[in-house]
């Protein structure tokens, strides 16, 4: 499959002084925050400083993504689907590079830029429904061979985690300095000092099993063990906390209790009681833990090395037009929940026994020093994965790679 120069796309969708701007911002690398920056940020700053940060930031994000998608194949950036996300993405680095020369003192600019920001992720709404659509579109219309597969699986890790930066970034500003923002709460902007992780364990558990019932007419039950409770400073025990996003949280966990439950009511639909979902909750002085654990049969070695596959699902695909939310079936659900665990460097992984059951667990960073977003960067190396070509085979199995999957190492997730 033919590879795209870099700016066909571009030239058609943006006038000559926005692809000039395109070029000079993509040369810049994002800078990653922490989760201790993001706090002392939304509790100390100003509007103006916020708004000086972000009119560079955030076009800053948006272009190096605009480099990599037209890297992607000539046959999926001309689909329907790929072609209106790319409009989107154009018109909305169009409106973003005006405030760069704008004053942060005019409280007009402010307000303009807070409600430009507002209509970006208005806009952006759809981004991962449509993007996973025109990779459909390719896959149906278009053989897709295997260098061009391994190519969309390593954009799309990069695309959705530069939108999940994009709207934490968008968020932290509008809930900030938004005009009818809420000054009262204890939240700074998404993330809340005090996430309490029982409560979001139940809250995702809860919501899943309402899916669940209406689809299967019963649902497991739950069981919460381990350091639920910890000793606060003065030695009384209290919930466990973290200082976190409780979206992305929820995010992880609501798809992880959909699996589980789907796995578990299908495997045991003969049975007159269902096994418990079990969930195991753990805090050192590095990582909170949380580990998911089904008896739904688990999955077979051959498939699991897939479910992190974008667009790839053990359930039938539902319509992308659901009258009703689906419990399963799009394909994205596992590795976009990987995807929020690790934006803040902690992980998610998969424990299968075939026969038996599944174990997810989802590592968080307790430290809110090290929480760093981890972010995509457009240089050499990333335009290398796009033309690169299959290596050679060098163990009797071909799809054998002879490294560990899914392993941080060396800065990047190998």
């Known amino acids: 499959m033919r590879f795209t120069p870099t700016v066909r796309n571009l030239n058609k969708l943006l006038d000559l002084k926005s692809l000039k701007m395109l070029d000079h911002y993509s040369q810049f690398n994002p800078s990653p925050l922490t989760i201790k920056q993001f706090m002392e940020f939304g509790r100390t700053a100003t509007e103006e400083e916020s708004f000086t940060f972000l009119r560079k930031e955030i076009p800053v994000r948006l272009s190096n993504i605009m480099k990599e998608i037209n890297l992607l194949p000539g046959n999926l950036l001309q689909m329907p689907s790929v072609l209106i996300l790319q409009d989107w993405y154009a018109q909305s680095f169009r409106d973003l590079v005006e405030f760069e020369s704008s004053s942060p003192n005019s409280r007009v600019n402010l307000v303009q830029f807070c409600q430009t920001l507002k209509t970006v992720q208005t806009r952006h709404t759809n981004v991962v429904q449509t993007m996973a659509q025109g990779v459909l579109e390719l896959k149906e219309s278009h053989m897709v061979d295997h260098q061009t597969d391994m190519a969309i699986q390593y954009f799309l890790d990069r695309f959705y985690m530069s939108r999940i930066s994009m709207r ?5 500003h509008t809930l900030l300095f938004e005009p009818n923002a809420d000054k009262d709460t204890p939240r700074i902007g998404m993330i809340d000092p005090h996430c309490k992780v029982k409560s979001v364990i139940m809250e995702a558990f809860q919501n899943a099993a309402f899916l669940c019932e209406e689809y299967y007419d ?15 400073a003065k030695g009384k025990k209290v919930g466990l906390e973290l200082v976190y996003p409780p979206p992305h949280l929820y995010h992880i966990l609501f798809e992880l209790f959909k699996n589980s439950m789907r796995a578990t009511v299908e495997t045991h639909s003969k049975s007159h009681e269902l096994p418990e979902i079990e969930v195991l909750v753990a805090k050192g002085e590095h990582d909170v833990s949380i580990r998911v654990s089904d008896q739904g049969g688990g999955i077979p070695r051959h498939i699991t090395d897939h479910l992190f596959h974008y667009l790839f699902s053990t359930a039938p695909r539902p319509s992308m037009t659901p009258t009703k939310a ?49 972010l995509p960067v457009f240089n050499k190396t990333s335009t290398k994965q796009y033309k690169s070509s299959i290596p050679t085979a060098d163990w009797t199995d071909p799809t054998f790679s002879g490294s560990s999957r899914g392993t941080y190492r060396g800065g990047h997730w190998t």
């Open 218 to 232: 019963c649902a497991p039950d739950i069981e919460i063990k381990g350091q639920t409770l910890v000793k606060n």
């Open 168 to 172: 934490m970034l968008i968020h932290q």
């Open 326 to 374: 689906p419990l399963a079936g799009y394909g994205y659900g596992l590795p976009l929940s990987r995807l929020y665990a690790r934006y803040f460097h902690g992980d998610l992984i998969l424990n299968s026994y075939d026969g038996y059951g599944t174990d997810a667990v989802v590592y968080l960073k307790a430290l809110t020093h090290e929480a760093t977003e981890l």
